[in-house]
C-alpha cells in the first residue's frame, strides 16, 4: 500500500497526488514571485515551496486544485517542509478526485450517530433531552459531516462527531467515579458544546472560518442558539440557563475564547475532557507518524513542544 504524505521523513523523496488545501503568494528577497501551498491527502498535510512562479502558476495552483508532484521534504524550522521539483494539474484519467484526499474520522457516520441517540436516550431531564434532541435533530447532517476545527484537533470529516463522542466515553467513566456529577447535563453540554462550529466553519475540504465565523465565533453563536430552540419548544426553566453557560464557558478562561469561567461544577469537568480528548487526538495523530526513539514535530497548540516516542513501545 502507497504511503500517505503524513508518513514520509525528512530527506525522502516524495511523488504521488496531492490537494491544494491553501495557496499564497510571496516574494523572496531576490524580488521573485513564490507559493506557499499548504498539500493535503487522507493522512495529512506539508507546507511547499514552488519557487520562480509565473502568472500561470498563480492562477492555476489555487485552493482545492489535484495536482501531481515530485519534491524532497527538507526540514525548515522544526518542520518538514516540500521543495517541489516538478507539478501538474491531475487529469480526467488520473482517475482521482477531492474525496481522496479528505482525511475522515477512523469511525464511520452510523457508529457517530448511534453513540449520540444513546446519550440523548440516557438523559432523564425532559427538558434538557428534549433541548437536545432538538439540536441534533436540526444539524445532523453537518454533525457528522464537519470537522471539529481547521487545524490542530480532529480537523477531518466527521471530526466534531468524533469530537463529541469521545469526550462522551470520558464522561461516561467520570461519572461512575464521581456519582455527584449530573450526567445529563454533562452530556448535553458536550453533545451541544461545539454545534455552533456548523455555522463558524465552512466546511471539509479547505476549512476556513466563515463571516460569521469570524465576527461572532461558535460559542455565543451556540448560546443563542440554545434560546432559539428553546422558545420553538416553549421550554423556560433554569436548564436553558445552565446549558448555556457549560457552552460559554467551556474554553475556561477568556484569553482562551470564554467570556465567563466555569461556575458549574458539570461546566467545570466539561472544560477539562474537552482539553482532554482535544491534546489525546493531537499527540495520537502525531505520534502515530514518527517511529519509535523519534520526536515529533513541534506542535504550536501543544505550547511547541516535540514529543518522544518511547523505544520499548515498539
Known sequence: MKRGIGHYQIGDTFEGFV?????????????KPFLTLVLRDATGEIEAKLWDITQDDESIFI???????????NQFRGKAQM???????AQTTDGVQVSDFIEKAPVDREELMEKLTEAIFEMENPTIQRIVRAVVK????????????????????????????????IAKELCELYPQLNQ???YAGIIL??????????GVVSTSYTLQGKLLGHIPMMVEEIGHIAKELKIDGEEVLILQHLVLSHHGKAEWGSPT???VREAEILHFIDLIDAKMNMLNRALDKVKPGEFTEKLFAMENRAFYKPTFEE
Open 138 to 169: 436540526k444539524y445532523q447532517e453537518p454533525l457528522l459531516l464537519y470537522p471539529a476545527a481547521t487545524k490542530n484537533h480532529h480537523e477531518y470529516a466527521s471530526g466534531l462527531a468524533h469530537h463529541i463522542t469521545s469526550m462522551l466515553k
Open 261 to 263: 469561567p466555569p461556575l
Open 193 to 202: 458544546h461545539d454545534i455552533g462550529k456548523i455555522k463558524e466553519l465552512s
Open 83 to 89: 521543495r517541489i521539483n516538478a507539478i501538474r494539474i
Open 184 to 186: 445529563d447535563l454533562l
Open 19 to 31: 490537494l491544494i488545501k491553501e495557496s499564497t503568494k510571496g516574494t523572496a528577497s531576490n524580488g
Open 63 to 73: 485552493q482545492e486544485q489535484i495536482i501531481h508532484i515530485t519534491g524532497e521534504l
